[in-house]
């Protein structure tokens, strides 16, 4: 196989002080936060609807989801990262979540990712990781997006 084959371009999100990691073929956008649309009667977080590109999506703060704060909205350092759904019979065809700072795209060879022997305790980082020795986490996207579609429904 050669070096091209072997790697995987993916995208490198800032979450409070953690990184995690998707294909970057799942990210669609990571656009400022303008507008969000609230719902009543949710978890905290499920922070609402994001208004993009006309339509609405679900906005999450995967942060709040594992039990830590979410950063401040305010802040101006905070976006959103928009990933596609890939399940079927989802009422809808994109998701989001809360990101700070720049992303950063690298190509990663399977080599260079080490699996964390610490375990994960968060209901939508499917694995720990050691990205050249940095930690990051893996993101579940059907389980993001099964646990959104069951308290939007």
């Known amino acids: 196989m050669s070096d091209t084959e072997q790697q995987i371009k993916c995208v490198l999100l800032s979450v409070n002080e953690a990184q995690l990691v998707l294909p970057k073929k799942a990210v669609a956008e990571v656009v400022a ?3 969000i649309i609230n719902v009543a009667n949710k978890p905290g977080w ?3 609807y994001l208004d993009w590109r006309g339509k609405s999506i679900p906005l999450v703060s995967i942060e709040a989801m594992g039990g830590v704060r979410m950063p401040s909205l305010a802040s101006g350092n ?3 990262a928009v990933v596609y759904v890939i399940g079927e019979n989802a009422p809808f065809q ?3 979540f809360l990101v700070q700072g720049t992303p950063k795209v690298v190509n990663l060879k399977s080599a ?3 699996a964390d022997e610490e375990e994960m305790q968060h209901p ?3 694995q720990g990781v050691l990205i050249h020795g940095e930690k990051a986490g893996i993101v579940d996207l059907e389980k993001l997006e099964a646990i959104i579609k069951y308290v939007m429904t």
């Open 112 to 114: 260079s990712v080490v």
């Open 124 to 126: 939508v980082i499917d």
């Open 33 to 35: 936060i303008k507008n």
């Open 94 to 96: 994109f998701m989001s």
């Open 78 to 80: 905070v976006s959103a």
């Open 46 to 48: 499920m922070l609402g």
